[in-house]
């Protein structure tokens, strides 16, 4: 009931003054209600729940999570090697 | 269309990331540590992708309150009943919900016997239909937690500003710091830490839940979804827990802010306000739920229809109360999987995609 689908928006619209946007989900077109993200422009990753968009979605907060576990991964497999060598 | 999906998202289920997460996890731990998923969402992912077989026998997951269709209490789905029950009425919902037993019948079996019972994707999808039939009266189930609160608001607002005089909801939403208030006074609490539900932090921030981890020295983190989302929300818990430090830790910062959505909260506190309200299988939590302000009275369906008396009667044999409270796993009900499936449910939990029960019979825990 809570997921959240990860979309990039298209384009932005408004329909009886209320912020919309058609979101691309993986290919698949949906609009959904921007109303709590104005600043959202297309381009832009959202997280979107029963057609309504939560909050935009930070690539460089999302890449940096990404690199730190990259580096913690690789500095275990350096130190395996260590150990089996 | 996996190769549609950007590489930073695609890592999050890159499971050499994952692996390496989980190596972290046994080596921090040093003893038995029990910690709650509050989201059912994430109960059913942890068990779609075995994350709780290859964590440590030391940690113990607990699965939490956190799915709206399953907390919502007899005395609203039999109002919902009766309301969808009357000739010109179309009552809408979102899907999960036409299923969970009332105290004689569900949704599904309204629709069966002529009654008009609809499902929406979104609450908006709802108002769309009340436009489209103005000589009907559109009522929607508006449950969920606070991810699904604005919407529900921004459904209500939407009406308003299209003058629609034949649309109503029927305030069920609920809320997560009442819920981890009533969990941790409990006196059989187990619970040690939290992983708090992602897309409800989304919303709300997670300013609301440092006073609480304080008052019952309970670290928590916020958690997304995705494999890799989960393991580092309970690497995180178990680093504080290990190390005797109270915190609320962010562990899905592309998606939550400390602050949360300002103009979603802002939506929320215009429309609704909180109001006790009875959780099935639990009972009453002071404040723990949204009604309609004054100024949107007119917008709820209780205020709209007469729903009577109504008498409530609940399955002897289900223990969905103490599933939902953690106290109990679904495994451990004498009816699971034999009296109580998916097709033919006692309790709420065997219903949702959410449910502890459905997550427990999908993917084959049937004993513990």
């Not at chain 2, 050499?16 to 910690?35: D, F, G, M, N, Y």
């Not at chain 2, 004689?104 to 609809?118: W, Y």
């Not at chain 2, 809320?175 to 939290?194: D, K, T, Y």
Request: contains cysteine.
């Amino acid at each position: 009931m809570c997921l959240g689908i990860p979309g990039k928006i298209e384009s932005v619209y408004e329909d009886h003054g209320t912020k919309m946007a058609k979101i691309d989900f993986g290919g698949v077109l949906r609009e959904a209600c921007i109303e709590v993200i104005p600043e959202a422009k297309p381009g832009d990753w959202t997280i979107v729940h029963a057609g309504f968009a939560l909050n935009l979605l930070s690539e460089e907060e999302a890449r940096e999570t990404l690199d730190i576990l990259e580096q913690m991964s690789e500095l275990a497999e350096l130190e395996d090697q260590e150990h089996s060598g | 269309m996996a190769e549609q999906t950007p590489d930073f998202l695609a890592g999050y289920r890159n499971a050499k990331l994952v692996k390496t997460v989980l190596a972290e996890i046994h080596q921090t731990v040093t003893q038995p540590w029990t910690l709650m998923e509050i989201c059912g969402g994430q109960t059913h992912a942890i068990m779609q992708y075995g994350l709780d077989q290859l964590l440590p026998p030391e940690i113990e997951l607990v699965h939490g309150p956190g799915c709206p269709v399953c907390v919502t209490s007899l005395e609203l789905i039999d109002q919902a009943l009766m309301i969808a029950k009357q000739p010109d009425v179309i009552f809408t919902s979102f899907g999960d919900m036409l299923r969970v037993p009332g105290s004689k019948e569900d949704l599904f079996s309204i629709r069966a016997a002529g009654g008009q019972v609809r499902v929406v994707y979104s609450p908006m999808d709802a108002v769309k239909i009340a436009a489209e039939n103005p000589d009907k009266q559109i009522v929607f189930f508006a449950i969920g937690f606070e991810t699904t609160a604005p919407a529900n608001a921004m459904a209500v607002i939407q009406a308003e500003k299209m003058g629609l005089d034949n649309f109503s909801i029927l305030p069920a939403n609920v809320l997560v710091p009442p819920a981890m208030h009533a969990i941790l006074s409990s006196p059989n609490n187990r619970i040690q830490g939290f992983l708090a539900a992602g897309h409800v932090c989304a919303i709300m921030g997670y300013w609301e839940y440092p006073p609480i981890a304080e008052q019952y020295q309970t670290p928590m983190a916020v958690t997304g979804f995705e494999p890799l989302d989960l393991v580092e929300g309970i690497l995180q818990t178990v680093k504080m827990l290990e190390e005797g430090r109270v915190a609320v830790e962010n562990a899905y910062s592309r998606v939550v802010t400390y602050e949360g959505n300002k103009i979603a909260q802002a939506m929320l506190a215009k429309v609704f306000k909180p109001v006790d309200r009875n959780w099935r299988g639990i009972g009453t939590i002071p404040l723990s739920g949204y009604g309609l302000q004054e100024a949107y009275q007119q917008f709820d369906a209780t205020q709209r229809f007469d729903t009577g008396s109504i008498q409530t009667e609940e399955s002897k044999i289900c223990i969905a109360g103490q599933v939902l409270q953690g106290i109990k796993k679904p495994s451990e009900c004498p009816a699971f999987g034999t009296l109580c499936t998916p097709q033919t449910p006692l309790g709420a939990p065997m219903v949702s995609s959410e449910g502890a029960c459905a997550a427990y019979y999908r993917y084959g825990r049937k004993k513990s």
